[in-house]
């Protein structure tokens, strides 16, 4: 089994190089991360300034004039983790999209599954490629939070929380088009439900703000893994890669 | 019919981008709802049609297939949802960062010990998840809430905080509120020591008495100027300690309901019957705290603190180890980094926690009042360093290297404990024991210095030891202080140069050659 499916997630990485969307996505990520991480740093440097600016009251070392909660932790790396994660939803369904669509658009998808290959293998592999790309990506940008990923723990929640919804709504359609909306929704509707909770009872509004990414994600970049929230990400990838081996299976009976 | 539902989902994805975008505004108002409403409409619309276009499955076995599946989904579902319910409750985390910024430290925990054991009641900590500074402090109330089982924590945005609570809350500044039995305590900012200082205050008895010895040119308890103690007695207050000024130990009221009494720098003589009543009150087990200055002269340090085994010979400490970190680098101004390791006093104090101390009077031990007192020194300068008694020379910054023979690490401070048969303020039997403590400088407690380093926790400690509150020794104060340094400009700029554009130029010019392959 392990055999059909390293094959198959063989083939798929070659496919996934051989398309140019793939370093598109990864020149956009790379970019905006840049860019963002930049501004940070440029910020946390007039905020020091400021606050160490003799005009201000005298700085210095020995005075203690920077609070301590003014770092690079607080205000840079935490901040821009905040961004990174907001920036893989916005590129990476251009990528995960095509993973089933394309599939049935070029009527790959019923070779795929009369060639021996078990759906649940073949799921297995077109996620674990994916979330391969994803860790290409963030490798690729990762020489800013290379200084403190040794400190807080960066990126894998990432991997987990952007592929919610994205494979599994791939799988669902035909169109492309529709895929990459249902990419996009899926994720920024889970984001947060804080725009629900003027309009449904306070109950209800606690359990979505349970169900929501974004009270997940926060401890991750502080440099704190939690149990719960890794078992909440793990939870949700697993109900991705059922819900794509559930669309296969059921387009197999069809 | 599949763009249906993606048209919906496109109209609820920009009902909830609208609403975010102008709820500082007007809340939720009409545009959002509306594409919200008719998003989720055509979602059910397109959701219906693809259902009634559904032709149903082939033969039983494609239904079995199909019915499997969708069991095996629901089953799967079932189980992540279980999971994560069941999860809530589970705070099993670790803590990557540097300082341990989310790990409560020993101190605390046995602050909580405590609590647990003596049965008290519960204190509550209220969080404010809108308040400025949530989401640093989440994981830290959410620590306490883990390791404190006398500590509950109360989301105030989910149910409603108790009244004194409610009343303390100002702005979205505060963020913690500590409340015990009806009584509220703000916290201030939401760190570590600020919160185990509201629940050490809400947790106490009874305030131990800290008098400050005055009328003998002592440093000025009131005075808010950098060389003052107000910044001192404030963080003394905070802590839980009931701060008073004592007119000499001579007044009506004498020493006798302190706990400790600190004298700071007394520059003249003290009367001496005031001598006389102050080693009395030593003898009958009275706690004491002076901090010393170099070329000070009072009675106070050649009369009652030599005959308590301590010996301040005039002079100044000249350490050509200090710290190139300092604005100003002078031999004179001290980082002290070697302590005791046991002394509680200065356990908690090691290479990583320096305190600063500028022009220190050496503490050396002389002779022992009774065999079995106990005298440590607790905190050295390093062994570069030397005594110049010529303090105008030393001041000027003209002390010849080799002047005076070094003396291998001279202490800055040392401790005493006295075990004698009297009683107490309290009663207690540990409160026998006299205790006292000297620091060979008074400007590393003022206002300018107070907040320097882990000048603080010497101090607090001290103070909790001398109270005989060991168990309440100050927390180490955690920051991320090496992350404090700015990067150059140059290293800005070598980031965004290499990170803006040659990344992803590279990157970039990889897909081209990829999309050149492929069309060829």
Redesign the interface.
């Known amino acids: 089994m392990i055999g059909r499916v390293l094959a198959l997630a063989r083939k798929e990485l070659r496919q996934l190089?051989?398309?140019?969307i793939?370093?598109?996505v990864?020149?956009?990520y790379?970019?905006l991360?840049?860019?963002y991480?930049?501004q940070h740093?440029?910020s946390?440097?007039q905020l020091?300034?400021v606050y160490q600016s003799e005009g201000l009251g005298g700085g210095?070392?020995?005075?203690?004039t920077?609070p301590?909660?003014?770092?690079?932790?607080?205000e840079v790396f935490?901040p821009a983790a905040d961004d990174f994660g907001l920036f893989l939803l916005v590129v990476l369904p251009l990528v995960t999209m095509r993973v089933f669509a394309e599939e049935r658009a070029s009527g790959t998808d019923e070779l795929l599954l009369t060639s021996g290959l078990r759906p649940f293998e073949v799921a297995l592999a077109k996620h674990a490629v994916t979330y391969l790309f994803v860790v290409l990506l963030l490798a690729?940008?990762a020489?800013?939070p290379a200084v403190v990923v040794?400190?807080?723990?960066l990126g894998f929640e990432h991997l987990i929380a952007l592929y919610v919804g994205q494979l599994p709504c791939s799988s669902f359609?035909s169109?492309q088009?529709?895929a990459a909306?249902?990419g996009?929704?899926i994720p920024?509707?889970l984001l947060d439900f804080a725009?629900l909770s003027?309009?449904v009872s306070?109950p209800v509004a606690?359990a979505l703000g349970?169900i929501a990414l974004l009270g997940h994600y926060?401890?991750f970049p502080?440099?704190?893994?939690?149990?719960?929230e890794v078992?909440?990400f793990a939870?949700?990838a697993?109900?991705g890669w059922?819900?794509s081996?559930?669309a296969l299976?059921?387009g197999?009976?069809? | 019919m599949s763009l249906l539902p993606a048209a919906g989902l496109v109209m609820i994805l920009v009902g909830v981008a609208s609403h975010y975008a102008t709820r500082s505004l007007q809340g939720f108002s009409a545009f959002p709802a509306a594409n919200v409403a008719l998003g989720i409409a055509l979602v059910l619309v397109g959701a219906a049609a693809r259902a009634r276009a559904f032709r149903g499955f082939s033969g039983a076995a494609s239904r079995r297939v199909a019915l499997r599946a969708l069991a095996i989904f629901a089953a799967g579902a079932i189980a992540a949802i279980g999971l994560g319910v069941a999860s809530r409750s589970w705070t099993a985390r670790l803590d990557l960062t540097v300082d341990r910024l989310y790990t409560l430290s020993d101190q605390t925990r046995s602050l909580c010990a405590e609590l647990d054991r003596s049965g008290a009641v519960a204190i509550e900590l209220v969080f404010f998840e809108d308040a400025l500074l949530a989401k640093d402090a989440r994981l830290l109330v959410a620590a306490y809430g883990a390791a404190c089982p006398r500590v509950s924590i109360r989301d105030a945005s989910r149910s409603e905080p108790p009244a004194g609570a409610r009343a303390l809350y100002t702005t979205t500044a505060t963020t913690v509120i500590a409340c015990r039995g009806g009584v509220c305590d703000p916290v201030g900012y939401p760190s570590e020591r600020n919160i185990t200082a509201a629940l050490l205050r809400l947790s106490s008895e009874r305030s131990p008495r800290v008098f400050f010895l005055i009328g003998h040119g002592e440093v000025d308890l009131a005075s808010e100027s950098d060389g003052g103690y107000s910044g001192l007695a404030a963080l003394l207050r905070d802590q839980g300690f009931d701060v008073r000024a004592l007119v000499g130990p001579a007044a009506a009221e004498g020493p006798a309901g302190a706990d400790v009494l600190i004298a700071a720098a007394p520059e003249r003589d003290l009367l001496p019957e005031e001598i006389a009543l102050l080693d009395r009150w030593l003898e009958s087990g009275g706690r004491m705290l002076v901090l010393a200055e170099p070329g000070l002269r009072s009675n106070l340090y050649s009369d009652l603190l030599l005959r308590w085994g301590f010996d301040l010979e005039d002079g100044v400490i000249v350490d050509a180890a200090a710290s190139p970190l300092l604005e100003n680098p002078s031999p004179l101004n001290l980082l002290v980094h070697l302590f005791a390791p046991y002394h509680p006093v200065s356990r908690t104090l090691s290479r990583r926690t320096m305190v600063l101390m500028p022009t220190t009077r050496p503490v050396a031990l002389a002779r022992k009042p009774q065999p079995d007192d106990r005298l440590e020194r607790i905190a050295f300068a390093t062994e570069r360093a030397r005594v110049d008694h010529d303090l105008t020379r030393a001041l000027a910054g003209r002390s010849p290297a080799r002047s005076d023979a070094a003396i291998g690490e001279p202490a800055v401070a040392a401790a005493g404990s006295y075990p004698r048969g009297g009683t107490g303020a309290a009663g207690e039997a540990s409160a026998a024991e006299a205790r006292i403590v000297v620091i060979g400088d008074r400007d590393f407690a003022s206002n300018r210095l107070i907040g320097a380093l882990y000048n603080r926790d010497l101090l607090l400690n001290a103070a909790r030891w001398l109270a005989s509150d060991e168990s309440r020794i100050a927390l180490t104060d955690k920051a991320w202080t090496p992350n404090q340094d700015p990067l150059t400009l140059q290293q800005t700029v070598a980031y965004f140069y290499f990170l803006a554009f040659a990344l992803p130029e590279a990157l970039l010019l990889l897909g081209i050659y990829a999309w050149w392959r492929q069309r060829a």
Do not use: C, K, M
């Open positions: 190089f051989a398309s140019p793939a370093y598109v990864g020149t956009a790379v970019a991360t840049g860019i991480f930049f740093l440029v946390y440097n020091l300034f210095g070392f020995d005075q203690g920077v301590s909660h003014i770092n690079v932790l607080n935490v690729a940008s020489i800013y040794s400190r807080a723990a359609t169109s088009i529709v909306v249902l996009y929704s920024f509707v725009w003027n309009a306070e606690r349970e926060g401890s502080r440099g704190v893994i939690e149990l719960r078992l909440y939870s949700i697993f109900l059922l819900a081996l559930t299976e059921l197999r009976a069809r």
